[in-house]
């Protein structure tokens, strides 16, 4: 079974980063509360970990971890600045006296947590790049964060709403960080190009940029060296649908090239985007490498081509870090074929 994290088109937190939000948010507060961080297998480097239908164990106990949820707006629920949680199964995850329960995988509220969580620390993340101080803000708007309301094996992000669904099919996507960071890399790209993705080397554009961010923010989140290959992108939801090991939705290091890669799928073909990106990274570091990537789609067409956007990504690197960041990038992309 492929499984695709689709971005539907309707036309159709243990870092507490000093967040510079809207000038009319309301006041961040704080909560702990128990997460993967980023997930099971991620971080207890276990492969032969199973999903047993939501059911709890003592292998999963290493890894939970308690973090601080930062930006909540107050209210004692999953409601902050960067993400609101809507559920349809379970009791809306409350707070008492600053803390959430420590619930478990076998607890509804712990998918609830898990995308609230992970949603405000790639927020927080862009920040750190310099998103909303040294550059522009970067989708600092308050996202809907919709938990086990499709019964698929799937999430998505809709642009006419603005909201991320995370399905219940399978892993429960929610308990996966880098699947919920992926379908907030789509909302990134929609408040940066409304309506962005609409053909198909846009739209694989958009896959790859997904699985980018959310190697690149759980990496940084982390802070440790993965256990699995860390180009393995949702490595905890894959054991669903996949056989061979490491389990890997995607990767960002494969040896696509374009065009006589290409198949006509956004996921698939997205992965000769994502292994550009990836090596941007090696070649730059993370810090410059996101940075310019996410600077560069501001300039993106909504139906843009692999080649108008790697220039654009080029010449976000030349007027960012100059000539240097710019033939790496550069590189990058013509190893690929894109340009």
């Known amino acids: 079974m492929r499984r695709m994290l689709a971005l539907t088109m309707v036309v159709t937190a243990a870092v507490a980063v000093g967040a510079t939000g809207p000038a009319n948010a309301a006041p961040a507060g704080s909560a702990t509360a128990t997460v993967f961080f980023p997930n099971p297998v991620q971080s207890l480097g276990l492969q032969q970990l199973v999903d047993g239908k939501d059911a709890d164990s003592p292998a999963f106990a290493p890894a939970y971890r308690r973090v601080t949820l930062t930006d909540l707006d107050g209210s004692g629920g999953l409601s902050g600045r960067y993400a609101v949680v809507k559920s349809s199964t379970?009791?809306?995850?409350?707070?008492?006296?600053?803390?959430?329960?420590?619930?478990?995988?076998?607890?509804?509220?712990?998918?609830?947590?898990?995308?609230?969580?992970?949603?405000?620390?790639?927020?927080?993340?862009?920040?750190?790049?310099?998103?909303?101080?040294?550059?522009?803000?970067?989708?600092?708007?308050?996202?809907?964060?919709?938990?086990?309301?499709?019964?698929?094996?799937?999430?998505f992000f809709r642009e006419d709403k603005a909201n991320i669904t995370l399905g219940k099919g399978?892993?429960?996507?929610?308990?996966?960080?880098?699947?919920?960071?992926?379908?907030?890399?789509?909302?990134?790209?929609?408040?940066?190009?409304?309506?962005?993705?609409?053909?198909?080397?846009s739209g694989a554009i958009g896959e790859a940029f997904g699985d980018y961010l959310a190697v690149a923010v759980t990496s940084w989140a982390t802070g440790v060296p993965t256990l699995t290959p860390e180009a393995c992108v949702a490595d905890w939801d894959s054991v669903s649908y996949t056989s061979t090991v490491p389990?890997?939705?995607?990767?960002?290091?494969?040896?696509?090239?374009?065009?006589e890669d290409v198949v006509g799928e956004v996921h698939a073909d997205g992965e000769i985007w994502s292994r550009a990106l990836w090596d941007i990274r090696a070649a730059l570091g993370d810090t410059r490498a996101s940075t310019l990537i996410v600077e560069a789609q501001f300039a993106f067409a909504v139906d843009t081509t692999?080649?108008?956007a790697a220039q654009a990504t080029v010449d976000a690197a030349q007027r960012l870090y100059g000539a240097s960041a710019a033939q790496a990038t550069r590189n990058a992309f013509a190893a690929r074929g894109l340009l």
């Open 90 to 155: 379970g009791k809306a995850a409350l707070a008492v006296d600053g803390a959430f329960p420590a619930w478990h995988r076998d607890a509804d509220q712990f998918e609830q947590v898990m995308g609230y969580y992970w949603v405000t620390t790639a927020q927080s993340y862009l920040q750190h790049l310099g998103f909303g101080s040294a550059l522009r803000p970067v989708n600092q708007r308050r996202i809907e964060v919709r938990i086990d309301q499709y019964g698929g094996d799937n999430s």
């Open 247 to 259: 389990h890997c939705l995607r990767r960002l290091d494969g040896v696509k090239h374009y065009p």
């Open 306 to 308: 692999f080649a108008a």
């Open 170 to 201: 399978g892993v429960d996507d929610a308990e996966d960080a880098e699947v919920v960071v992926h379908e907030y890399g789509h909302s990134v790209q929609d408040g940066q190009v409304p309506g962005f993705g609409t053909t198909l080397e």
